[in-house]
């Protein structure tokens, strides 16, 4: 059973928690380009949504057992397709989150090798004057 304002017309977690998740990255990113004003923004990037997945997990993690909408298992991947899969590893160890949920798996590991493809492809293709 979920809250009446998770039953509201209109209600997607879906787009809630990508919301969340990508203003709270990209508030991250800027933050530390401010106090690091000489690093790579892919990097900056890299270490923000990291720990964005690292602490939605543990959020998913601690509601779990409650009837609050949780965040939805795609967030949880793109999270981690898109640079956080150090994060996200570190939080499913962690928080003992998702580690036996059979249909997770496989694409929580393939969103991994793809973030790890993509942070190499931009590292040492696209800008390897940037490491």
Known sequence: ???????????????????????????????????????????AWLIAINIVAFLTLGYDKAIAPTRTSRAPEAILLALTALGGSIGAVIGRLLFR????KATFQPAFWLCVILSIVLAAVYYTVICPECR
Request: net charge positive.
């Open 97 to 100: 989150h998702k580690t036996q």
């Open 1 to 43: 059973m979920h809250s009446s304002h998770d039953r509201a017309p209109g209600f997607n977690p879906y787009r809630r928690f990508a919301l969340l998740a990508l203003l709270l990255t990209l508030s991250i990113t800027f933050g530390l380009l401010s106090l690091f004003p000489r690093w790579d923004v892919v990097f």
